[in-house]
């Protein structure tokens, strides 16, 4: 139970349908006063906690705090900010589901004698097998593709068939005190929303070095057309916030944090047909060939059609794209769709 709308509707529905249920919460890190997290709104936030826990008495179950504030520190923030300083763009959403948020809740779960543990997730899971939520435009598969077998037997989305429109009017019908809190839309440890100035505070300035805008000309030359105050004020596909005059648009198509440059160029340099993926993770057997499948490369985009071709030991893969893609990022996660069903993903390692 975050304090949102949807972990606290899937433990009103479990308890309507006469389940025994327990409320359980991460702490996963201390909100600066007055900012916008410690006023709630952030998933997990010390407001949000309290929230859940008046939906708790609400429903008439008991409720108990985890604390992961020393795991998600390490795992998730720590890597956040090492991902941007090395010039890679990270998803720590993907990250928390990964490594903290379901084995130490699962983990909590079985020591209190539960049979599964149940999120507020919308995606669906059926036999082990992770599909798309049914509500298209909340649909969070993509960032649970790293989820443990053991986590997907263990895990139940009772929102995986329900889109948002319901969900609220289910928290309305049992009034619910949080029915009509809106969202989380920012990542949840950034209260401001400015990633690059938490980056800069945590990495330290002997890490985040001034450098120079680059633009490489076909034939591999270089020409200098600007500064920069570090690589991890940037990502690539970004047009805003280039000191660089040019007669038509740039944006960035690639960082090279060891050399502290920050490549431009136009439109065109920013589409890949191609790029690699590391750490994967298959749902089931890795393919023994080449796989078709649509594979969405960041949390809001179109999955586009393309082959996945696994290395041999299927921890790896290139996907070949049907057509050219646009801000392809290292750092983000690539995850395999056949269908509506994740058949697989990993990281984005480069643009091939």
């Known amino acids: 139970m975050s304090g949102g709308v949807d972990s606290s509707v899937a433990a009103a529905l479990l308890v309507e349908q006469g389940h025994r249920v327990v409320g359980l919460s991460l702490r996963l890190y201390d909100a600066p006063a007055g900012s916008e997290a410690a006023a709630g709104g952030r998933c997990c936030g010390p407001r949000d906690l309290e929230d859940a826990r008046k939906v708790a008495a609400t429903l008439g179950i008991p409720h108990y705090i985890v604390d992961q504030r020393e795991a998600f520190a390490a795992r998730v923030i720590d890597d956040f900010v090492a991902e941007y300083a ?119 300035a002997d890490v985040l070095l001034a450098g120079d805008i680059v633009r490489r000309a076909v034939d591999g030359s270089r020409e200098v057309v600007g500064r920069h105050d570090g690589v991890h004020h940037y990502t690539i596909g970004q047009r805003r916030g280039l000191s660089v005059v040019a007669e038509q648009a740039l944006y960035v198509v690639g960082l090279d944090a060891a050399r502290r440059e920050v490549v431009v160029g136009d439109a065109a340099a920013l589409a890949a047909r191609s790029f690699t993926v590391d750490d994967v993770r298959w749902l089931g057997a890795p393919p023994s060939g080449a796989l078709t499948a649509s594979v969405q490369v960041r949390s809001r985009h179109t999955p586009a059609p393309a082959r996945v071709l696994p290395s041999d030991d299927g921890r790896a893969a290139v996907v070949e794209l049907d057509a050219p893609e646009r801000a392809i990022a290292p750092g983000q996660a690539a995850v395999f769709y056949r269908g509506t069903e994740v058949v697989g993903g990993g990281w984005i390692a480069a643009r091939a």
């Open 86 to 204: 090395s010039g890679r763009t990270p998803n720590p959403c993907v990250r928390c589901n990964e490594h903290v948020k379901f084995q130490p809740l699962i983990a909590r779960a079985r020591a209190l004698g539960a049979v599964a543990l149940a999120t507020g997730h919308y995606a669906r899971l059926e036999d082990g097998r992770l599909w798309r939520g049914a509500d298209a435009g909340k649909d969070q598969s993509y960032f649970l593709f790293a989820m443990t077998p053991g986590a997907r037997a263990f895990a139940r989305f009772p929102l995986g068939a329900m889109n948002k429109h319901e969900v609220r009017a289910v928290a309305r019908r049992l009034g619910l005190p949080n029915a009509d809190k809106p969202d989380s839309q920012e990542i949840c440890f950034v209260p401001d929303g400015d990633h690059s100035r938490l980056v800069a505070a945590r990495a330290g």
